[in-house]
């Protein structure tokens, strides 16, 4: 089993700034790709962000330039720095990880979400 926590949501006035953290725990040999994404109220999940475990980084068109998604592949962490922040950007914010398991089953974990607010 694989847990993942997100934490650094919270309210911030538009063209702030905030940073997201995610937490991968449990029965874990390596984490493939990590992925942001965001729920709004009455929308579709959408994805926002994602990284390979090499690196290579993936953007939603919204958030390009202001977005940046990183990951320390020894903490098992992904992380998102979100800058110039718009009241468009509010929403519940899920972490997701597609994890080998120690016996080499490949599986995908979602965080619980962490909410993220952008007052006009």
């Known amino acids: 089993q694989v847990h993942l926590v997100e934490s650094g949501g919270g309210l911030v006035q538009a063209g702030g700034s905030l940073g997201l953290s995610c937490a991968a725990s449990?029965?874990?040999?390596?984490?493939?790709?990590m992925v942001w994404y965001r729920q709004a109220p009455g929308k579709q999940r959408e994805l926002v962000a994602s990284?390979?475990?090499?690196?290579?980084?993936n953007y939603a068109d919204s958030v390009k330039g202001r977005f940046t998604i990183s990951r320390d592949n020894a903490r098992n962490m992904i992380y998102l720095q979100m800058n110039t922040l718009k009241p468009e950007d509010t929403a519940v914010y899920y972490c997701?990880?597609?994890?080998?398991?120690?016996?080499?089953?490949?599986?995908?974990?979602w965080g619980q979400g962490t909410q993220v607010t952008v007052s006009s």
């Open positions: 449990g029965s874990i040999l390596s984490i493939n790709d």
């Open positions: 990284i390979t475990r090499r690196g290579i980084t």
């Open positions: 997701t990880a597609d994890v080998t398991e120690p016996n080499y089953r490949f599986q995908g974990y």
